[in-house]
């Protein structure tokens, strides 16, 4: 599988994946609503982050997840988890699919995870 870019609106942020997602996710959470990203997943370790003064991060209530957004455009770019990787593991992380080309974004399936109330993932019917 090739790898793939997800590039920020001014081009300052560029993230390398190791391939398309076959699913992105739609949340909606507080902050996810407010952004209106589509997340692939992946572990951090899979993925290539620019450097990180090229990114503001911004972690709110339980501080669980740092999200990152563009310094320069301001695009919201991917989020890291913001507790340290479990023994012999990877953090789980996620990059903003809509930054990525949208021939890859189009062919992904949604999917719907209510993260406000109960955590589970939902069939939606687009």
């Given at each position: ?36 990203a589509l997340w ?6 899979e993925v290539v ?39 012999g593991g990877d ?36």
């Open positions: 599988m090739a790898s793939v870019e997800a590039v920020c609106h001014c081009g300052a942020v560029r993230i390398i994946v190791p391939g398309s997602p076959e699913t992105v996710t739609t949340c909606n959470c507080t902050i996810c609503h407010a952004y209106g692939a997943y992946y572990t951090e370790s982050l620019p450097a990180t003064q090229v990114t503001h991060e911004y972690s709110h209530g339980d501080k669980m997840i740092a999200f990152h957004r563009c310094s320069v455009c301001g695009c919201t770019t991917h989020w890291v988890g913001a507790t340290a990787a479990p023994p953090r789980k992380m996620a990059i903003n699919a809509r930054l990525l080309p949208r021939e890859i974004l189009q062919s992904a399936t949604v999917r719907a995870l209510d993260g406000l109330d109960t955590w589970k993932v939902l069939d939606l019917d687009f």
